[in-house]
């Protein structure tokens, strides 16, 4: 059973850092990317960084390069997401997200998400 729970989240000033959390479980970790993603209240879920299985290449939002650094660890089946230089505009749930195979089909995985709030 593939579970995600994110820890991490929280308030914090703007200009300030957060490090997010995910724990992994119930799937081969270390053959799959893992995504972050955000939603703010009244806007739609936007992905913000991913980290890819081989080589551990990463992409970014443009909203969050420079800022945000996403990592993992295979062999704790943890992955990070390192933000700094936070503005008030990060305000959002983040989720940490996995594509898993599972037969002849893929399935999207979601964790319960973790408040982030940038606010003085």
């Known amino acids: 059973q593939v579970q995600l729970v994110e820890s991490g989240g929280g308030l914090v000033q703007p200009g300030g850092s957060l490090r997010l959390s995910c724990a992994a479980s119930?799937?081969?970790?270390?053959?799959?990317?893992m995504s972050w993603y955000r939603q703010a209240p009244g806007k739609e879920r936007e992905l913000v960084a991913v980290?890819?299985?081989?080589?551990?290449?990463?992409n970014y939002a443009d909203s969050v390069k420079g800022r945000f650094t996403i990592s993992r660890d295979n062999a704790k089946k943890m992955v990070y997401l390192q933000m700094n230089s936070l503005k008030p505009e990060d305000t959002a749930v983040y989720s940490c997200?996995?594509?898993?195979?599972?037969?002849?089909?893929?399935?999207?995985?979601w964790g319960q998400g973790t408040q982030v709030t940038v606010s003085s």
């Open positions: 119930g799937f081969t970790f270390s053959s799959y990317a």
């Open positions: 997200h996995c594509n898993v195979r599972e037969g002849w089909t893929w399935r999207d995985y």
């Open positions: 980290i890819f299985s081989a080589g551990g290449s990463t």
